[in-house]
C-alpha cells in the first residue's frame, strides 16, 4: 500500500525567511511524485511533477527536489501570498491513475 | 470548459437523504476521479474513471456510495442514506493519462 508522510504538519514563517517543507512516502514503482497547493474553500492546484531521483523543477519561489524516499519542496524568501496548504502525493506502479495524498503541511508567512 | 467545474458548492442535507453531486471535467480530459477531503485531514480517493474501461472503485467507503460518468463528460457521485459522517468536501479532478490534476473547487456536503 502506497503511504505519504509529511512534515511539519504546520510551519510559520516571517517574510524572507526560506525553508523546506518534507515528503516521506513508500510506493511499489514511483510513477510519480506531485505536489498541489491549496488555498482556503479551494481544490488542490498543481504545482510539479517529478518522476525520478535526483529530479529537480523550479517555479518562482518554490522548488521542488526528490530522492528515493522523500521530496523537498524549497521555499526560498516567502511571502505572505505564499502562505498555503502544501499538498504531497504520489503515484505507484500499480494504482496507474490513482494519487496518495499526505495529510499536508499549513504554511503560513508573516509579513 | 476553462476549468473543472463542481455543483453544488455547497450542500446541507438531513441525515437519511440521498445527494447527488456532479462533476464537469475538462474537455478532452479522459480520466476523471473523486477525492473525499475532511476537515483537517488530507485527501482520500473515491473513485476512477478512464475513457470507457471499468471504473476504479476500490476507494469507495460504503455501498451508499456510488459514481456514474457518460463517456469522457459529465459525472455524478450519488450518496444514500446520509449519515453524519459523510460530512466532507468531495473533490474531483480530471486529467489526460498519465497527466496532472486539475481539481475543482469542490462540494462542501454537510449532514444534519
Known amino acids: 500500500e502506497d503511504q505519504v508522510t509529511q512534515s511539519p504538519e504546520a510551519l510559520r514563517l516571517q517574510e524572507g525567511e526560506s525553508s523546506s517543507l518534507n515528503c516521506s512516502y513508500t510506493v511499489s514503482g514511483l510513477r510519480g511524485l506531485f505536489w498541489y497547493r491549496q488555498d482556503p474553500g479551494k481544490g488542490p492546484e498543481f504545482l510539479f511533477t517529478?518522476?525520478?531521483a535526483g529530479e529537480e523543477k523550479e517555479k518562482e519561489r518554490l522548488k521542488a527536489t526528490l530522492t528515493k524516499k522523500e521530496s523537498f519542496l524549497h521555499i526560498t524568501a516567502p511571502k505572505p501570498e505564499d502562505s498555503a496548504t502544501y499538498l504531497c502525493a504520489v503515484q505507484g506502479g500499480t494504482s496507474y491513475g490513482k494519487l496518495t495524498f499526505g495529510q499536508g503541511t499549513i504554511l503560513t508567512v508573516h509579513p | 470548459g476553462a476549468g473543472v467545474s463542481q455543483s453544488p458548492s455547497n450542500k446541507v442535507t438531513e441525515k437519511g437523504k440521498d445527494v447527488e453531486l456532479r462533476c464537469d471535467p475538462i474537455?478532452?480530459?479522459?480520466?476523471l476521479y473523486w477525492y473525499r477531503q475532511r476537515l483537517g485531514q488530507g485527501l482520500e480517493f473515491l473513485i476512477y474513471f478512464q475513457g470507457n474501461s471499468a471504473p476504479d472503485k476500490s476507494g469507495l467507503p460504503s455501498d451508499r456510495f456510488s459514481a456514474e460518468r457518460t463517456g469522457e463528460s459529465v459525472s455524478t457521485l450519488t450518496i444514500q442514506r446520509t449519515q453524519q459522517e459523510d460530512s466532507a468536501v468531495y473533490l474531483c479532478?480530471?486529467?489526460?493519462?498519465?497527466?496532472?490534476?486539475?481539481f475543482g473547487s469542490g462540494t462542501r456536503l454537510t449532514v444534519v
Open positions: 474537455s478532452g480530459h479522459t480520466a
Open positions: 479532478a480530471s486529467s489526460l493519462v498519465g497527466g496532472g490534476y486539475t
Open positions: 517529478l518522476y525520478s
